[in-house]
T-cell receptor
Framework: DVKVTQSSRYLVKRTGEKVFLECVQDMDHENMFWYRQDPGLGLRLIYFSYDVKMKEKGDIPEGYSVSREKKERFSLILESASTNQTSMYLC?????????????????FGAGSRLTVL | AQSVSQHNHHVILSEAASLELGCNYSYGGTVNLFWYVQYPGQHLQLLLKYFSGDPLVKGIKGFEAEFIKSKFSFNLRKPSVQWSDTAEYFCAVNRGYNQGGKLIFGQGTELSVKP
């Protein structure tokens, strides 16, 4: 019953390291998202993609980049990890949706990747 | 800018008590509203959603929410909580037309239910 899979549940990295977080969905969804979850701040949108090779910045893109080479896969990249990027990272996907895109707002989330940067 | 505010950061209840978690949003357009829940050690999952029509929405596990447009509110309710409802609850709103999936989330409310 796995739908959105994040390859790493827990990671510990050192400051300055390059970090890859991988996400794969098996629902043939067009839309994919990376959110960051921090206590007291809820979830914040980092990047999203509505199609293969398409990407757009969300609310907090600084220090991050993404890659979407295949429809089912959406990767988050931290080029040079910093301690303030210690967080829980959530990948989500949604269908294209009908006109008005209500269906596209129904997100399916992965289990999350908890990243600690030392 | 759109925002979502959840009034309570941490709520502690005894089993069988009634629950109401507050959620207010600021968005003047056609709203899609959501409550997501994250049980300990589990992924975030959809509890219920409002797109249009009946403002009283029923979700899974006996939860319901009422959309009150005049108050910009979408409060979550359950008449009698169980220990298994212990979780973190997030309210969310859409950003606008054709901005699918780019939800704005509230800060989250942690619910602890004592057996």
């Amino acid at each position: 019953d796995v739908k959105v899979t994040q390859s790493s549940r827990y990671l510990v990295k050192r400051t300055g390291e390059k970090v890859f977080l991988e996400c794969v969905q098996d629902m043939d969804h067009e839309n994919m998202f990376w959110y960051r979850q921090d206590p007291g701040l809820g979830l914040r949108l980092i990047y999203f993609s509505y199609d293969v090779k398409m990407k757009e910045k969300g609310d907090i893109p600084e220090g991050y980049s993404v890659s979407r080479e295949k429809k089912e896969r959406f990767s988050l990249i931290l080029e040079s990890a910093s301690t303030n990027q210690t967080s829980m990272y959530l990948c989500a996907s949604s269908p294209l949706g009908l006109a008005g895109n209500s269906g596209a707002n129904v997100l399916t989330f992965g289990a999350g990747s908890r990243l600690t940067v030392l | 800018a759109q925002s979502v505010s959840q009034h309570n950061h941490h709520v502690i209840l005894s089993e069988a008590a009634s629950l109401e978690l507050g959620c207010n949003y600021s968005y003047g357009g056609t709203v899609n509203l959501f409550w997501y829940v994250q049980y300990p050690g589990q992924h975030l999952q959809l509890l219920l959603k409002y797109f249009s029509g009946d403002p009283l929405v029923k979700g899974i596990k006996g939860f319901e929410a009422e959309f009150i447009k005049s108050k910009f509110s979408f409060n979550l309710r359950k008449p009698s909580v169980q220990w298994s409802d212990t979780a973190e609850y997030f309210c969310a709103v859409n950003r606008g037309y054709n901005q699918g999936g780019k939800l704005i989330f509230g800060q989250g409310t942690e619910l602890s239910v004592k057996p």
